[in-house]
């Protein structure tokens, strides 16, 4: 396996409408504005989505399955890509940060070449102790199809939900 070292930027923006069908279960409409830097250039990308969210609460976990379909518009293309994820939580937290500790699988199918070209696995944990604020520190390793070839590449990543 052949990496290569850098750095890479990215910042994800996300606003939108939804709606808690139950305690269950969501659904709603949002539009991501999506910035990339890798070296020197920077590239954005639009992505209007809507989504189905569904939860469960198992024993001392919570379970959630999310189904994604959203329209990636960048300079070069625009297409439909579906992007379905599990995801398992701890079902309390731990330390006086409140971490809870996660797990979750994300797969991407790119609908025009009807192929599963994309996998993300994360291990991360959440800090809950803010209000406003709920951070996360992860590690994601993504799996990436081209020319019938698998390339790997890992992230240490920090999300900041508001």
């Avoid at 504005?33 to 990308?45: A, C, D, I, L, R």
């Amino acid at each position: 396996m052949k990496t290569t070292p850098g750095i890479f930027i990215m910042c994800h923006s996300d606003a939108g409408f939804g709606y808690k069908v139950n305690s269950k279960m969501a659904a709603g409409l949002y539009f991501r504005e999506v910035f990339t830097q890798k070296y020197s250039t920077w590239s954005s990308e639009h992505r209007p989505y809507g989504q189905v969210v569904g939860k469960l609460k198992m024993l001392n976990l919570s379970l959630s399955g999310r189904a994604r379909m959203e329209y990636r518009i960048t300079s070069d293309e625009k297409k439909f890509r579906n992007r379905d994820m599990v995801t398992i939580k701890s079902g309390h937290s731990f330390s006086s940060l409140k971490l809870v500790p996660y797990l979750a699988d994300e797969i991407f199918y790119d609908l025009e070449e009807n192929e599963l070209n994309k996998n993300r696995f994360y291990l991360g944990v959440k800090i809950k102790k803010f209000g406003f604020v709920k951070p996360a520190v992860y590690l994601m390793r993504q799996s990436s199809l081209k020319n019938d070839k698998w390339t790997y590449f890992d992230v240490l990543g920090l999300k900041f939900s508001f």
